[in-house]
T-cell receptor, first 110, second 113 residues
Framework: SQTIHQWPATLVQPVGSPLSLECTVE??????LYWYRQAAGRGLQLLFY??????ISSEVPQNLSASRPQDRQFILSSKKLLLSDSGFYLC?????????FGPGTRLTVT | GNSVTQMEGPVTLSEEAFLTINCTYT??????LFWYVQYPGEGLQLLLK?????DKGSNKGFEATYRKETTSFHLEKGSVQVSDSAVYFC????????????FGKGTKLSVIP
């Protein structure tokens, strides 16, 4: 069965610092991959999705970026974090019409 | 565009009470509908799904029926337990070829002994 790993589990970063969150998947090949953000008291917001290596679609313009250097690796990055980037970041894997979520990374920007 | 509207929370129930969380949607085409559950500090888990009108999704005592005439997918459980305390999200994917899940804002459920 498929497994989704996210690293790190929690992160505290100062404003203006860079960010790199990693998502890796096991047990599947050529998946659709997604990054979501869940801000405090709000629903889930789709940030990026990828249908293959090097293919990234952005849903919300902001200071974040995503990359997919390998089939089973999806990275979320920022050059300079903002306070508003705080939240719970979820990576998801898509198969047909279903999506499966990783355990998430809680990011606090101070 | 597509949208999902859930009842506002939080919802607090006593153990063994009946649960209903309302969900209505707006979508083009023929969406597939989902309920996800998020336990404290964890990611989302798919709870149940329905892919066409009149389908009933069920899992762990929870049920939801895809009602096209009322564009609804209400979540129900006959007798909740303390372990059901979580945030519940209604979501849809709008038809074949779509990649994007559209979520409702979530409803927090607290079950007290």
């Amino acid at each position: 069965s498929q497994t989704i790993h996210q690293w790190p589990a929690t992160l505290v970063q100062p404003v203006g610092s860079p960010l790199s969150l990693e998502c890796t998947v096991e047990g599947t090949s050529n998946p659709n991959l997604y990054w979501y953000r869940q801000a405090a008291g709000r629903g889930l917001q789709l940030l990026f999705y990828s249908v293959g290596i090097g293919q990234i679609s952005s849903e919300v313009p902001q200071n974040l970026s995503a990359s997919r250097p390998q089939d089973r690796q999806f990275i979320l990055s920022s050059k300079k974090l903002l306070l508003s980037d705080s939240g719970f970041y979820l990576c998801a894997l898509g198969r047909s019409y279903e999506q499966y979520f990783g355990p998430g990374t809680r990011l606090t920007v101070t | 565009g597509n949208s999902v509207t859930q009842m506002e929370g939080p919802v607090t129930l006593s153990e063994e009470a009946f649960l209903t969380i309302n969900c209505t949607y707006t979508a083009t085409g023929y969406p597939s509908l989902f309920w996800y559950v998020q336990y404290p500090g964890e990611g989302l888990q798919l709870l149940l799904k329905a892919t066409k009108a009149d389908d009933k999704g069920s899992n762990k005592g929870f049920e939801a029926t895809y009602r096209k005439e009322t564009t609804s997918f209400h979540l129900e459980k006959g007798s909740v337990q303390v372990s059901d305390s979580a945030v519940y999200f209604c979501a849809l994917i709008a038809g074949a070829g779509s990649y994007q899940l559209t979520f409702g804002k979530g409803t927090k459920l607290s079950v007290i002994p």
